[in-house]
């Protein structure tokens, strides 16, 4: 059985494992149903175009638009049905617009003639969006890393916990399980981002979305993933390493803390400052908020092509170096028994080295 | 040539405690071996050595004359001190997945899980997670885990405690048939009782060094003492006047005593036979509890 075989086993079975946790699949459920429901909802709740009572001949404009007119006898009439709920609003034969709370829009720009409008500087991307894409992205690398990365350390301390691990380390490296639980936890957030993803496009599209906006959204989307990928490896070696310093369940939210400050500043720095091009800027550099930054910087066009591959790479460079660490914290803390272990402690432990020199002489 | 589990001159220290103090002793193929001492005597650590699990700093662990591998420890079935499996996971899944892990082909696992549910009797408790069995299954579970590769060897720490009699009947056949096999097995205890039962060979080790080993009946008659027990039809104290005779213990017509090396138990037999007649007389064999308390002092 070689390494890859071995780390494949290893995988197969926390994903077995989490694709039959309760908790897991509803948590997924949940979030398909809102991405369902963000999509598809706003469409429905509209209700297409308002009904228009309008006394006389009504304009052309109004057909053109695609509202629904009805012609009633006289004014009277028209304004019994508005408040009746008959119809949305009325329009008198004097131009009058009528109706009960606040006139509909698609009704008033039907019967408004616009001034034509040129800007030297048009902006692409709405106000709105501008905020609310960066939230998105930064609400899905936070809560998908914190979900995910979570119980990456808890399937480690599990494992420490019951003492399974003297069993495994004994038929495989310990960084074969590490690279097992890192790689199974990539694939079931990846898979479970490309679901949603997968959901709410399809939603968009069945709800007639604004396509404009998709293709706005494709470049950042398209970054985001390598980011969100590359990121969340360099998270999960942190899950792991300190998974492996506690000896039971309830130590972990503890001893997560560093990790989990990790993950909550750059999503909160990263929406805070979504407005403020410098501040993103440089956290667009930042391995840790980098993932959701340079994806929120493409989104509002502010940087420049070569900007992202940079960034990538430092966090890929990051990532290594992270890896390294965590797996050495993972080995030097996996098999010590004697309650938690400190960052420290697991640091300077030599175990796994001179097991693997016994084993390098042996072979 | 019979293969040998063996450890040379192991030595392990934590911190300043030396756990582990030149530590030499062999587990044969076919046989079981004891392995006795008290709480913190080594058992473990040695375990633990063997396992590849912690490293000694001197010393060696051989099979069959090559320095231990991870090839080769793939090939042990290992229960550690204290129990872990999956508690969420189902016995079916876990032997699998153990099994896997120690190299078996997917068709290979699943044949020797049923056969190993079958035989420890787990059959209708094999689809439920861990954590709902009781703890004797439980224990089941972790020695059908130790034995799910068919290993070559197998290192059990404590494999008895927590079973009730009819479990530890059912162990012990198992352990049997892999010694039958020529598989060596070596096991600790605490429970003398199950050791004196069980093992074919007996290790006793105590403050980190090993202070007997060899087989059981070796060792009790090297640990014999010069004690006799006497069974006649009518009193026997007249045994307290005979020369060279210790009376340890006298009831009426029964009487344990010992013997001075210079005095001759024939003689002993004949000084009561031209008294009346004898029912019983022979040495007494010491109990493995017995030998235990002379070396672990």
Known sequence: MNTFEAVRIVAAREIRVKLRDKAFLFSTVFFLLFAVAATVAPALLSGGASTVAVVGTAPAALGAAGLDVRTVADEAAARAQVRDGDVDAALLSDGTVIALTDAPNDLVNALSTRPAVELLDPSAVDETLAVMVPMFFGLIFFSVSLMFGLQIAQSVTEEKQTRVVEILVASVPVRVLLAGKVLAGTVLAFGQIALIAVVALAGMRIAGGDSGLLTLLAPAIGWFLPFFLIGFVMLAAMWAAVGALVNRQEDLSGASMPVQILVLLPFFAVTMFSGDPAVLKVLSYVPFSAPTAMPARLFQGDAAGWEPVLSLVLLAATTVAVLVAGARVYEGSLLRSNGRTSMAAAWRDREARRLADLETESA | ?297
Not at chain 2, 163 to 185: H, I, K, Y
Not at chain 2, 194 to 207: G, Y
Not at chain 2, 235 to 263: E, K, M, Q, Y
Request: glycine share 10%; proline share 5%; aromatic share 6%.
């Open chain 2, 1 to 297: 040539m019979t293969k040998v589990l063996r450890l040379d001159a192991v030595s392990r220290r934590f911190g300043d405690r030396q756990v582990l103090d030149g530590v030499s002793f062999e587990v044969t193929a076919g046989r079981m071996t004891g392995f006795v001492g008290a709480n913190g005597a080594g058992k473990t650590t040695s375990m633990r050595i063997i396992m590849g699990v912690l490293a000694p700093d001197s010393g060696e662990v051989t099979w069959a004359g090559s320095r231990m591998t991870r090839e080769i420890r793939r090939r042990i079935g290992y229960m550690p001190e204290e129990r872990g499996l999956y508690p969420k996971m189902t016995v079916r899944d876990q032997l699998v997945y153990l099994g896997r892990l120690h190299g078996l082909g997917h068709d290979a696992v699943r044949r020797n899980a049923e056969e190993l549910i079958e035989w420890l009797r787990l059959g209708e408790r094999a689809g439920d997670p861990l954590e709902k069995l009781s703890l004797g299954n439980q224990q089941r579970a972790q020695i059908a885990a130790a034995l799910i590769h068919d290993p070559d060897i197998l290192v059990l720490d404590e494999p008895f405690s927590g079973l009730d009699p009819l479990a530890v009947d059912t162990v012990v056949e198992v352990l049997r048939d892999r010694t039958n096999r020529g598989v060596p097995v070596l096991f600790s205890s605490h429970q003398l009782d199950v050791v004196e039962r069980l093992c074919d060979d007996l290790v006793v080790i105590a403050a980190g060094q090993i202070r007997a080993a060899g087989a059981r009946g070796q060792l009790r008659a090297e640990h014999a003492l010069p004690r006799y027990r006497l069974t006649v039809d009518g009193d026997a104290g007249w045994l307290r006047d005979h020369p060279g005779v210790h009376l340890i213990d006298l009831d009426g017509a029964h009487a344990v005593f010992d013997l001075d090396p210079s005095a001759d138990d024939q003689q002993v037999l004949q000084a009561a036979l031209a008294r009346g007649p004898v029912r019983a007389f022979g040495p007494v064999t010491p109990s493995l509890a017995e030998i235990f308390r002379e070396v672990a002092q």
